[in-house]
């Protein structure tokens, strides 16, 4: 259970006491009232009061007692706090950090680091810029605006060092058995010998065996989308032990089929039923005609089986052929491509195969990264555009897998 929940846990707890002792304020109480008494100007006080109590919350979690309680299995004492000043987008928080002495391993609080980490790297990301003199007026003022601080050289270099251990480690981290595989690439603008070029961000999201979880398996970061780029991401995956991969889902990436035949031989592979109804839309020739074509290829992805979706194909394809004989042609090859969840080996229930049959749930976590990368605008290298992506990655995937499970994971699937 993470801090902030604990903290509402506990404030209901506290609520209850309080329905005999109205006088008592709780914390979060505390933050309510800096809300209602100055509105959104109130924010910063309000999280500087939930983050305080969150993170007393998480130090008797940790050391397994409340204050001046005596238990067996306590693992340590609290040692006062420490002030810290953390400059927000909400304005600074004075935080007081809570301290451990006699444990075997340190405290930090996690509820201040994981709020904080992909801030860090969109403050690190753009500072580059600023240091290596990329738009000097223009970085200097989203760095005003988001991060409410210029950042030295040296405090960059210094950060960094600490922030790529942390985000190497987790791209470097051990796999296991993946069931289903979804990979997914998209743009961001990178400087490189003096232009201004494409970089590829390809990403790899899997469902684990053991759980039946989403977990973002990695990312890379390259000036080439091309097939040497994929099958040496993919061979990167499968060196950190991913296995057991029985279904790939993607678009038709130039250079992916290839990486796929040569890196996951014998596995199956879906085309993105999303893209493959975009992808027909350039071979309709009336506009007229689109919505009736959307709705016929419509009727087929949605097929209860696969001998349905194959039956309705043709009908569908017939239907064409005459009016559009370009659209029919295209549709006959490629939309079997799509049909694959439906393959009776991989033994997908309708509910994982609505999962399964389209990279949506990537395109949310791109749509999240473009938010994020757009202020930046331009990258001064793929180191620093790799730093940001995996930051904001590594805590989605904690999210993932801590969540609910994606699909049911049973026999076949």
Not at 50 to 78: C, D, I, Q, S
Not at 102 to 131: D, N, Q, T
């Amino acid at each position: 259970m993470s801090s902030l929940l604990l903290v509402s846990y506990e404030f209901i707890n506290q609520e209850s006491t309080n329905m005999t002792h109205p006088e008592e304020s709780t914390p979060i109480g505390a933050a309510l009232e800096a809300l209602v008494e100055t509105g959104l100007d109130g924010m910063a006080d309000a999280m500087q009061i939930l983050f305080n109590e969150a993170m007393k919350v998480e130090r008797n979690a940790f050391v397994k007692a409340e204050p001046y309680e005596r238990t067996a299995e306590r693992r340590g004492h609290g040692n006062g706090f420490k002030p810290k000043t953390v400059k927000t987008r909400v304005g600074d928080l004075s935080l007081r950090i809570p301290q451990v002495r006699g444990a075997a391993e340190p405290f930090y609080p996690k509820s201040l680091e994981r709020g904080l980490r992909s801030e860090r790297a969109l403050k690190l990301a753009i500072a580059e810029m600023y240091v290596q003199g990329v738009s000097t007026r223009r970085v200097r003022a989203i760095t005003e605006e988001l991060c409410g601080v210029e950042v030295s050289s040296t405090e960059v270099s210094r950060a960094a060092s600490l922030l790529d251990a942390e985000l190497g480690a987790w791209r470097e981290r051990e796999l296991g058995e993946i069931r289903h595989l979804v990979l997914d690439a998209r743009y961001e603008k990178v400087r490189h010998g003096g232009s201004v070029v494409d970089a590829a961000v390809l990403i790899a999201k899997g469902v684990r065996a053991e759980d039946g979880r989403r977990s973002i398996l990695g990312v890379s970061v390259s000036l080439s989308e091309a097939e040497v780029h994929w099958r040496g991401f993919l061979e990167e995956l499968q060196e950190r032990g991913m296995h057991g991969v029985r279904s790939v889902t993607s678009d038709d990436h130039k250079g992916l089929r290839a990486a796929l035949t040569a890196r996951l031989t014998g596995v199956k592979w879906n085309r993105c039923q999303f893209h493959l109804q975009q992808n027909a839309m350039a071979y309709v020739p009336r506009t007229d005609m689109r919505a009736a074509v959307a709705a016929d290829i419509r009727s087929v992805l949605n097929s209860a089986d696969g001998a349905s979706a194959r039956e309705r194909l043709g009908q569908v394809v017939e239907k064409h052929r005459a009016n559009a004989p370009r659209l029919a042609d295209w549709m006959e090859e490629n939309v079997p491509e799509g049909l694959t969840v439906f393959d009776p080996e991989l033994g997908l229930s309708e509910a994982a195969r609505k999962r399964l049959r389209t990279t949506n749930g990537l395109e949310r976590v791109n749509k999240e990264l473009k938010r994020r990368t757009r202020v930046a605008t331009l990258f001064p290298n793929e180191a620093s555009l790799l730093r940001l992506v995996s930051a904001l990655l590594m805590e989605i995937s904690e999210e993932w897998e801590t969540g609910r499970a994606y699909i049911e994971i049973n026999g076949g699937t």
